[in-house]
């Protein structure tokens, strides 16, 4: 019942007239940070799955074991909803079907399906997609997949910035057919772009990054967009953060003397460490 609260809450803001932006987690610390500050949602995006999980580029060598692991490991510590990127579904639609069930049982609010080619077809540099026809089978595997209809199921398409608008516009209008609950759209350029996609369906929107002249709230609002991405800065400023507090303890600072360091107020409250002392006191009778 849990996850289904969590899962009603995402389809709340699909149905909503506003545009907010989630924050992007990946671990069970970093989602239990954004729930304290307020996010109505979390991403957690297939890069920073890799990075977290491998510490590899986004190259489509997690599998699907370890990010339903993680997955689990996030849902266990926060209330806080959040959408998976399910890349290519880690197969063809029968492994799409699969990695639908083990997403939903590991208590994703939402996860994305696309249609690109993965992992990266040999002897060809740029993103391909496989056809279209392939991608409508996908996103049937995925609703079938489905036992928990509450369950957010958004077929994704990178078209408009690997092959043409049209087809973006065509990919878009199929899997708006087959059932999907929404569109996560990647790699538009421009407003007369997504006004264009937006015209030809119905469904509500999620982007990922955007120029600058996409990203006022309101205008995104007005097409249709409920969910805008905006990158994985909180990984990349965790890495940064690890790196100079490596390198300053490697060139002899003294750890009273590190920058930067969480307080131990920040740190007990991500940890839920009052929580976790009033389940002491109450299950094992420890005075605290």
Same mark, same amino acid.
């Given at each position: 019942?849990? &996850? ?12 909503? #007239? ?5 924050? #992007? ?15 109505? %949602? ?16 986004? !190259? ?42 083990? %997403? ?17 077809? &040999? ?8 056809? @279209? ?13 489905? #036992? ?16 043409? %608008? ?19 759209? *990647? ?6 772009? @997504? ?29 249709? !967009? ?8 909180? &990984?990349?400023?965790? *890495? ?5 507090? @490596? ?20 740190? #007990? ?13 109450? &299950?094992?009778? @420890?005075?605290?």
């Amino acid at each position: 019942m849990a &996850f289904r609260k969590c899962r009603e809450a995402l389809r709340s803001i699909l149905s909503g #007239s506003t545009c907010i932006r989630p924050g #992007s987690v990946y671990d069970a610390t970093s989602i239990r940070i954004a729930e304290d500050l307020g996010f109505e %949602l979390g991403m957690f995006g297939g890069s920073v799955a890799s990075l977290a999980v491998l510490g590899d580029p986004d !190259v489509a060598l997690i599998t699907l074991t370890e990010l339903a692991e993680q997955v689990r490991r996030m849902s266990r510590a926060s209330t806080l909803p959040f959408v998976v990127d399910a890349d290519h579904g880690y197969g063809n639609a029968l492994n799409v079907r699969r990695t639908v069930q083990e %997403l939903e049982a590991a208590g994703a609010a939402g996860l994305t399906i696309e249609d690109t080619l993965l992992p990266q077809a &040999f002897g060809q540099a740029k993103p391909q997609l496989i056809s @279209l026809e392939e991608g409508v089978g996908k996103m049937k595997a995925a609703l079938d997949g489905r #036992s928990d209809p509450s369950l957010v199921i958004l077929g994704r398409t990178g078209a408009v910035s690997i092959t043409s %608008l049209d087809d973006a516009i065509a990919r878009a209008r199929a899997y708006e057919a087959v059932g999907v609950d929404g569109l996560f759209l *990647t790699g538009i350029k421009s407003r007369s772009e @997504l006004e264009a996609l937006s015209a030809a369906t119905t469904l509500p929107i999620v982007t990922g990054g955007a120029p600058e002249e996409m990203t006022a709230p309101d205008y995104l609002a007005s097409q249709r !967009v409920r969910i805008a991405l905006q990158g994985h800065a909180p &990984f990349a400023a965790a *890495t940064q953060a690890v790196y100079e507090t @490596l390198k300053a303890l490697r060139e002899g600072t003294s750890p009273k003397h590190l920058k930067g360091i969480a307080s131990a107020e920040l740190t #007990s409250r991500a940890m839920r460490e009052s929580e976790m002392k009033a389940r002491s006191s109450e &299950f094992l009778g @420890l005075k605290t």
